[in-house]
């Protein structure tokens, strides 16, 4: 900087800005440099000169002193991650687009463990040669299922695929017409049914299906009958499908191998918690079918994952499938499935064990009890202009499961008193600011209020240890 310039003084010409290795003088970036290396703090100061010459030929003005600010926020913005924690308070437990399920504590050591070091994952420590992923898991999923055999791939969407292109390929496949789901990001089941190279036989009528219709379907002498549960709709009145029994008990007559398809899939009974009876992987297995896909992620409460139980003959030739090392997990998710897998060998602790089972079963007092306080905390803080309430609403599963049924949940309603136009625009404000919050919050807009279903929030503290920081909207 020569005599006639000052640090106070604006750049207005696009030759007064510093060079980068003028600028990177700063202190500040020298201290920054250390912190996070000194290349991407470069990067950083050659992309803030270059924003700051177009807005100087725009006309504008630059803060010389600032400048070096400048750089700080843009390695700020380039080193956060763009994965962040959220408090879902959405009412929805299992949110396929807040991550599905968070994982037990032990399921977290056991990536961090293996995450740090080389681990046996496909190798046969007693033979001293290489072995199978899932060996890891096999004996616990037959051991909790009855199954013979088991596998497990990256998601249900993968073993459902993989299960149709190893026995159907170029084949027929029976599915009831008031089956074939379309899961989330519009994905359905005739898509991957052509994907997996199988040829739909749709048998029935949308709402009504018949044991003869799956009999005369067996004319085109498919590969397989697949049977989908529709986890997450529900058709209601003239209604009717075939059971798993009858069903099986014709695969057999024809010697066609049948599956069940469960899509979210849980290895207890949810009625043991107080909930409604969601099929289990033993029932459809008892029920005669030959293979079960159901997911990990779900109500299982564990990492992603796809699981293929059932005859061990037909599990063997979905492991020599090639796309089965395409669909295959990681020794992270391995390492996830097996610990939580093995928490069901107490199925009387779940609901301390498992996050999903517990915000599922979590007692209507208990959650009250948050709302009292989170709503006093923010009854507090926010202006006249907003009322706070505590309030009964439903929470719901989620992902697909038990898409009828309805949970009693109890809410904090944050109300604005303000005309319906001007109220509107406050609440998606209000939706913004708690989702701009350091530990973003997310609720839901719907009847003129913004709600906060406390199902999912274990402790208030969580909550209002950031409305210091929060800027309520005002309705305008």
Not at 343 to 351: D, F, G, S, V
Request: hydrophobic share 45%; proline share 6%.
């Amino acid at each position: 900087m020569n005599k006639a310039e000052s640090a106070a003084d604006p750049i207005a010409l696009p030759a007064g800005l510093p060079s980068v290795d003028r600028l990177m003088q700063d202190s500040r970036l020298a201290d920054l440099s250390d912190r996070v290396g000194r290349t991407c703090v470069v990067e950083a100061a050659r992309a803030v000169l270059e924003e700051g010459r177009q807005s100087l030929l725009a006309g504008g003005r630059i803060d010389r002193v600032r400048l070096a600010d400048s750089v700080a926020a843009h390695v700020a913005a380039a080193t956060v991650s763009s994965i962040r924690p959220v408090l879902n308070l959405t009412g929805t437990v299992i949110h396929t687009n807040l991550g599905r399920a968070s994982l037990p504590e032990v399921a977290v050591e056991a990536i961090a463990q293996v995450a740090r070091q080389p681990v046996d994952l496909e190798f046969d420590l007693a033979a001293g040669k290489r072995g199978s992923r899932d060996s890891h898991l096999e004996s616990q999923i037959v051991s909790l299922t009855g199954a013979e055999a088991a596998t497990a791939v990256n998601n249900n969407a993968a073993a459902v695929m993989l299960v149709l292109n190893t026995l159907a390929n170029r084949r027929a496949v029976p599915v009831s017409r008031g089956e074939l789901v379309e899961i989330g990001g519009s994905f359905r089941l005739p898509d991957i049914m052509r994907r997996a190279g199988a040829r739909l036989v749709e048998v029935g009528a949308t709402n009504r299906t018949h044991l003869k219709d799956f009999d005369e379907a067996m004319a085109a002498r498919p590969a397989l009958v697949l049977k989908a549960h529709t986890s997450n709709y529900a058709v209601i009145g003239f209604t009717g499908s075939v059971p798993e029994r009858e069903l099986a008990a014709l695969c057999r007559r024809h010697a066609v191998p049948f599956c069940v398809d469960l899509g979210s899939g849980t290895l207890v009974d949810l009625e043991r918690f107080g909930l409604p009876h969601e099929p289990t992987v033993q029932e459809a297995l008892t029920s005669g079918a030959d293979l079960v896909t159901f997911s990990g992620d779900k109500l299982l409460g564990g990492p992603q994952a796809g699981i293929v139980a059932g005859r061990a003959d037909l599990v063997a030739r979905i492991r020599k499938n090639p796309m089965h090392r395409a669909f295959r997990l990681d020794k992270l998710r391995v390492a996830a499935l097996e610990a939580t897998l093995a928490l069901y060998r107490q199925p009387e602790k779940l609901t301390e064990t498992v996050p999903t089972l517990r915000w599922l079963a979590r007692p209507l007092s208990e959650i009250r009890a948050v709302a009292d306080d989170v709503a006093a905390g923010l009854d507090r803080a926010a202006p006249s202009i907003w009322r706070v309430a505590v309030a009964d609403c439903f929470s719901q599963i989620g992902s697909g499961a038990l898409p009828a049924e309805a949970l009693p949940s109890v809410a904090v309603r944050l109300t604005p008193q303000a005309g319906r136009k001007a109220a509107g625009r406050a609440l998606g404000d209000t939706a913004a600011a708690f989702r701009a919050l350091p530990v973003p919050v997310i609720g839901r807009v719907g009847e003129g209020a913004f709600w906060l279903d406390m199902r999912c929030l274990e402790t208030p503290e969580l909550l209002l240890d950031q409305i210091d920081s929060f800027a309520w909207p005002a309705p305008t």
